[in-house]
């Protein structure tokens, strides 16, 4: 460490903790335009402007790991965790009253959306962190913040107003679907020309019919009694979506067209999977996105509850698991009983922000018989033995209080050096240990317990299985020892291995098992004929090689998961102010609807017979509330619930729009944020003309270069552009908002 550093550190107890009494601190940030180095490559100045009356020892914030340098030279960046950073200064005694401070570092790469800025900032004193109010000032305020400068010119990614009045011009449609032929549209739908009044209650009697299709059911309906023919195991919530459709399909006097449907889905898996480890959501926030699945006829939540930055299902037989891993704050030391930061939060393990928060094991219940009324399964995922950091630092800790080492997921003098997809150096269960599976039996039977309090079947375990890099296991004695011992020659195998006996406890314990797509692939015939039996579905998430058809031709149930058609958390446009992750392209409304078990499975008929789902994904490292999570889902699970229900092309592009700007209307009475398509502006002969592709909400628009707000002037007509030389554009409905569309005026 840097003796200013050092320094600093040491002269903490004299700068005392009095901004914790300030009624504020602010922290505004801003970037000031992306550059090209000498040697070509991109960077950008981040700034950081703190106002706080009094001195702080370090200004600490979250961010997507890059090299970070700091422009002066008085100024100290240090890495706490890939993530979560600190700047040190000697500067920051100088802080007072009216005396803001201003930092500046020099970032590596190029920022190319909103969602790379830093999230999370806060100060620290005396060793504790201090909240403070975080700005963020918009990327578009001039192009160079966001086009990208190489060796043949800057690339523009932003989607200027002109375009994006051509796109809403192609886009808008007046189709709107026929009676009962909302998404997800049934198989058989006849009309018989009669109509009744819509009645304030149905009377519903059930049959049960014998039928092997996916939730099958047929109704007649003429009438306030509806008489369901299903061998649905739910048919309440069958019922209830049946009924929906029926009101749904009432004409403005509130008659009802008389009808026989017959309906059954494609696919007995109809997920979305939902992150809470990475950023927590709550009890009842998740109630309402359980709301959202039954409405659209999905029945797997498919709930990443453990992950490197989050535990966040109580455990009782072991505490640290939510002690320590459903906490997240400001600390340099692995020895307390909550995690670094990263991501979000305030430095405070103790503050109601996502980074924060678990379920109790009566709240896991009550999440459960919610879920299961509404013919949802909870499949929970706890992601090993990659991406386990936070087990692993809990399991450390209670190694450290209790001096019982037989639940240690990693041991002392492992020398192992190796980076994962998001950085992490520590974050590796090992294979070759017992504590990992004497691990696993305590959480299988503690979830298996939860479940039977809650009278709700576990379905399966999803295990993770994904992304353990290269050489995790170089350095570990008892890893080379088990390798030799067993004729290993690839530590692929001793992945494998873990598998393998995570699967037999399961499978000891009557539990299925899921996993991500590598548990299934590049395997020995006899791994998977141990393992396949006892698993429930696999998630082939890549967007690269064959790996669907393999995973299926092997006989392993295929839940389709592709990044590039179903991961909601990647962003939907190139828009700079448009949330989201790039890594898998862009995922806009009509990528779901185009996610075919044909074009994501290619094949002959028994290997696509094998695939026994589709999936949503929503990662939150981006996610800070549950209205950004109605954003990234919303409408993109329109396209979810038609292709689970309709493994085959169904409606045009044209006709989803439309039946889509319908479900809009839905979604802001309900007080649901959603993803708008920003507003197109054109000069059109000197009258500035705009427009939307909805044909609903309002358009609120600004001439002076700032953003627009819902207070800002409502456009109602075309006007004169004379002597205007930029147009800023914003669309407004219900609780949703878009970016912000661009014009500038020569």
Request: proline residues 6%; glycine residues 8%.
């Amino acid at each position: 460490m840097k003796p200013q550093i050092l320094k600093l550190l040491s002269a903490a107890t004299a700068l005392g903790a009095a901004l914790s009494l300030h009624a504020e601190n602010t922290i505004t940030w801003e970037t000031l335009g992306n550059e090209r180095s000498a040697d070509y490559g991109n960077y950008y100045i981040q700034r950081f402007v703190v106002e706080s009356d009094a001195p702080f020892d370090r200004l600490a914030f979250c961010a997507f790991k890059r090299g970070l340098h700091a422009v002066n030279p008085a100024d100290s960046v240090i890495e706490i965790l890939p993530g979560y950073f600190v700047v040190a200064s000697e500067r920051f005694r100088g802080a007072r009253p009216g005396k803001p401070v201003v930092v500046e570092l020099r970032s590596d790469g190029a920022l190319r959306n909103i969602s790379f800025a830093p999230d999370g900032m806060h100060l620290v004193c005396d060793g504790k962190p201090v909240a403070a109010r975080n700005v963020r000032k918009p990327i578009t305020s001039w192009p160079a913040q966001y086009q990208v400068p190489g060796e043949n010119g800057s690339v523009d990614r932003m989607i200027y107003a002109p375009e994006a009045f051509a796109i809403n011009d192609s886009l808008r449609s007046d189709w709107r679907p026929g009676p009962y032929m909302a998404i997800p549209t049934p198989k058989k739908v006849k009309l018989s020309g009669r109509y009744f009044d819509a009645p304030e209650k149905f009377e519903v009697k059930y049959v049960k019919v014998k039928d092997r299709r996916n939730d099958y059911y047929r109704a007649r309906v003429d009438g306030p009694r509806l008489t369901i023919y299903t061998n649905s195991s739910n048919p309440e919530a069958l019922a209830a979506r049946l009924v929906e459709r029926i009101k749904g399909s009432a004409d403005a006097s509130g008659k009802v067209p008389a009808a026989e449907i017959e309906d059954w889905a494609d696919l007995s898996y109809r997920g979305l999977m939902i992150d809470v480890a990475r950023n927590f959501t709550s009890k009842d926030d998740m109630k309402r996105l359980i709301d959202l699945m039954a409405a659209y006829g999905l029945n797997v939540l498919h709930f990443h509850v453990g992950d490197d930055e989050g535990w966040r299902v109580e455990i009782p037989e072991l505490p640290e698991l939510t002690e320590t891993g459903s906490r997240r704050g400001y600390t340099t030391d692995d020895n307390v009983p909550f995690l670094k930061g990263i991501y979000s939060g305030d430095g405070n393990p103790h503050s109601s922000t996502p980074a924060n928060g678990h379920y109790s094991v009566n709240d896991y219940v009550e999440l459960l018989r919610y879920a299961a009324e509404r013919g949802i399964d909870i499949i929970p995922e706890f992601d090993t033995p990659g991406h386990s950091r936070a087990a692993i630092r809990a399991m450390e800790y209670r190694y450290r209080r209790t001096g019982d080492a037989s639940l240690r997921l990693i041991h002392d003098g492992d020398s192992s050096r190796y980076t994962t997809a998001q950085d992490f150096h520590d974050n590796i269960m090992n294979p070759a240990l017992e504590g990992p599976y004497r691990f696993w039996t305590i959480v299988m039977e503690s979830l298996i317990d939860t479940y039977k309090k809650a009278g709700v079947p576990l379905r399966a375990i999803h295990i993770g299985g994904d992304e353990v890099p290269a050489h995790a296991w170089d350095g570990s004695g008892p890893a080379m020892r088990l390798m030799a011992e067993k004729g290993m020659t690839h530590q692929r195998e001793l992945h494998a291995w873990f598998v393998e006996r995570v699967a037999a406890i399961a499978a000891e314990k009557g539990v299925k098992i899921a996993g991500w797509q590598e548990i299934a692939l590049d395997h020995s015939p006899q791994y998977n004929a141990t393992v396949q039996p006892v698993v429930e579905a696999v998630n082939c998430w890549t967007n690269a090689g064959d790996f669907g058809p393999q995973i299926a031709s092997q006989g392993f149930p295929l839940i389709l998961s592709n990044v590039d058609y179903l991961y909601f958390d990647q962003t939907p446009t190139t828009h700079p102010e448009e949330p989201g992750l790039v890594w898998g392209g862009i995922v806009d409304e009509f990528r779901p609807l185009h996610a075919t078990v044909d074009r994501l499975c290619p094949g002959d008929a028994a290997t696509q017979a094998r695939v026994a789902g589709i999936s949503g994904q929503l990662f939150s490292e981006t996610v800070r509330s549950r209205a950004m999570i109605e954003r990234y889902i919303l409408p993109r699970i329109l396209g979810l619930a038609e292709r689970a229900h309709n493994v085959s092309a169904t409606l045009t592009d044209s006709e989803y729009f439309g039946t889509l700007t319908g479900e809009m209307e839905k979604w802001a009475a309900d007080g649901r944020d959603h993803y708008l398509r920003q507003p197109g502006i054109r000069d059109n002969g000197g009258m500035i003309e705009m427009n939307d592709a909805y044909g609903f909400g309002e358009i609120r628009y600004t001439l002076d270069g700032s953003e627009p707000t819902a207070v800002s002037p409502l456009y109602t007509a075309p006007f004169s552009s004379a002597g205007i030389r930029q147009v800023r554009a914003r669309l407004f409905h219900g609780p949703a908002a878009s970016v912000t569309s661009v014009l500038y005026i020569d």
